[in-house]
């Protein structure tokens, strides 16, 4: 079975805080993402990675930046963390299978920034 | 672009009860599309797909059809437990130049014993 996990279910941070959110998936899966969860809007993509060192922009990457420096993980940042990035985030790996990828997730941190 | 559109919720239902999400989705080509599933303080869990016209994704007693004419991959069981109870999410995913999957905003179910 794909295991994805992060490093912290639950997260309490202050404004202005540098947070780091990990994610280790152990399948050996190019595909990496970082998504945050809402009520009502479902999930957003923040970012992506197709392999090591490479990373790509999601819907909403403002405030946010990551790092993929071993296929195994990636890693969340939020340089300067605020109260509207209080949020469930949610990272999942895939193999490449082009449109028929199925997403494998981790149980998700709930970050709270006060 | 690409989108996808569920029935809001919640949904409450009695257990045994016939229950449907629906779901609409609007992309050009032939997307694949997914139904995964959120218990309650878990992540997401992929419950069937379907990755082209006609095919029905089926598991664990849930099934959906993907229509092309509808434009719509709607989740379906026919007597739901109270197990069922959580957030069920519709997506697409297309390979666009990336493998980014589209969700829609997910419908919390409630059974009732």
């Known amino acids: ?114 | 672009g690409n989108s996808v559109t569920q029935m809001e919720g919640p949904v409450t239902l009695s257990e045994e009860a016939f229950l449907t999400i629906n779901c609409t989705y609007t992309a050009t080509g032939y997307p694949s599309l997914f139904w995964y599933v959120q218990y309650p303080g878990e992540g997401l869990q992929l419950l069937l797909k379907a990755t082209k016209a006609d095919d029905k994704g089926s598991n664990k007693g849930f099934e959906a059809t993907y229509r092309k004419e509808t434009t719509s991959f709607h989740l379906e069981k026919g007597s739901v437990q109270v197990s069922d109870s959580a957030v069920y999410f519709c997506a697409l995913s297309r390979n666009t130049g990336g493998f980014k999957t589209i969700f829609g905003a997910g419908t919390r179910l409630f059974v009732k014993a």
């Open chain 1, 1 to 114: 079975d794909v295991k994805v996990t992060q490093s912290s279910r639950y997260l309490v941070k202050r404004t202005g805080e540098k947070v780091f959110l990990e994610c280790v998936q152990d399948m050996d899966h190019e595909n990496m993402f970082w998504y945050r969860q809402d009520p009502g809007l479902g999930l957003r993509l923040i970012y992506f990675s197709y392999d090591v060192k490479m990373k790509e922009k999601g819907d909403i990457p403002e405030g946010y930046s990551v790092s993929r420096e071993k296929k195994e993980r990636f890693s969340l940042i939020l340089e300067s963390a605020s109260t509207n990035q209080t949020s469930m985030y949610l990272c999942a790996s895939s193999l490449p299978e082009r449109s028929q990828e199925t997403q494998y997730f981790g149980p998700g941190t709930r970050l709270l920034v006060l």
